[in-house]
């Protein structure tokens, strides 16, 4: 038998790769639900997509999610398009819920997990990497406070993201809820814990 020429080998060589690599890298299946416009619960199956570290990417579902239906039928539903409320599943015994939300005061919209509820406040949650020199990256929490009135404030981690000044503004008109952010958050993490303990105001 002929040995295989080195170009072929290399063909070879490559198609095994992607076919592992698409493997691996194929999104994971799981159990889940959706809420539709009319805010009726749908159950589903929600794919929760990997990257190249094979953990799951999370990052995407803030953006767009794809379910499949008992039929097996998938379709994928953007947030930009604002077509369903909501979404959530169980991974690895944690729970995620997933809310469309307004992100600022020009129509657009993201699906955010949803941190805390309540009567005063509301928390939503999203992050995303950046890119720095040498190919290292580095992950800003990204916090959505919502009233009652529905009034929202956006705030971010970082340096020079003044987001208590931010949050300071959205909560000027409530002294209980201001004295209780001055005294519980010191850092851009504390704000579900201030969120919490705010819920608890009667």
């Given at each position: 038998?002929?040995?295989?020429?080195?170009?072929?080998?290399?063909?070879?060589?490559?198609?095994?790769?992607?076919?592992?690599?698409?493997?691996?890298?194929?999104?994971?299946?799981?159990?889940?639900?959706?809420?539709?416009?009319?805010?009726?619960?749908?159950?589903?199956?929600?794919?929760?997509?990997?990257?190249?570290?094979?953990?799951?990417?999370?990052?995407?579902?803030?953006?767009?999610?794809?379910?499949?239906?008992?039929?097996?039928?998938?379709?994928?539903?953007?947030?930009?398009?604002?077509?369903?409320?909501?979404?959530?599943?169980?991974?690895?015994?944690?729970?995620?819920?997933?809310?469309?939300?307004?992100?600022?005061?020009?129509?657009?919209?993201?699906f955010l997990l949803i941190?805390?509820?309540?009567?005063?406040?509301?928390?939503?949650?999203?992050?995303?990497?950046?890119?720095?020199?040498?190919?290292?990256?580095?992950?800003?929490?990204?916090?959505?406070?919502?009233?009652?009135?529905?009034?929202?404030?956006?705030?971010?981690?970082?340096?020079?993201?003044?987001?208590?000044?931010?949050?300071?503004?959205?909560?000027?008109e409530s002294p209980e809820l201001l004295s209780i952010?001055?005294?519980?958050?010191?850092?851009?993490?504390?704000?579900?814990?201030?969120?919490?303990?705010?819920?608890?105001?009667?």
């Amino acid at each position: 038998m002929n040995p295989m020429p080195v170009s072929m080998k290399r063909i070879f060589l490559l198609i095994t790769f992607i076919s592992i690599t698409s493997s691996l890298l194929a999104a994971e299946i799981v159990d889940g639900y959706l809420i539709s416009l009319s805010n009726d619960t749908v159950r589903c199956k929600i794919k929760v997509p990997k990257g190249f570290d094979l953990f799951h990417s999370f990052t995407d579902l803030f953006v767009k999610v794809s379910i499949m239906d008992s039929a097996g039928k998938t379709q994928t539903y953007k947030a930009k398009n604002q077509d369903i409320n909501g979404f959530g599943f169980i991974l690895d015994s944690n729970r995620y819920d997933y809310a469309l939300k307004r992100t600022d005061d020009y129509g657009a919209a993201s699906f955010l997990l949803i941190k805390e509820t309540g009567k005063k406040l509301n928390l939503y949650y999203s992050y995303y990497y950046v890119s720095v020199n040498g190919g290292a990256s580095y992950r800003t929490d990204v916090y959505l406070l919502e009233d009652a009135g529905k009034r929202i404030v956006r705030v971010s981690g970082g340096l020079f993201s003044a987001y208590k000044k931010k949050i300071r503004e959205f909560l000027k008109e409530s002294p209980e809820l201001l004295s209780i952010f001055e005294r519980k958050v010191s850092s851009i993490s504390d704000i579900p814990d201030f969120v919490r303990e705010a819920n608890q105001l009667l």
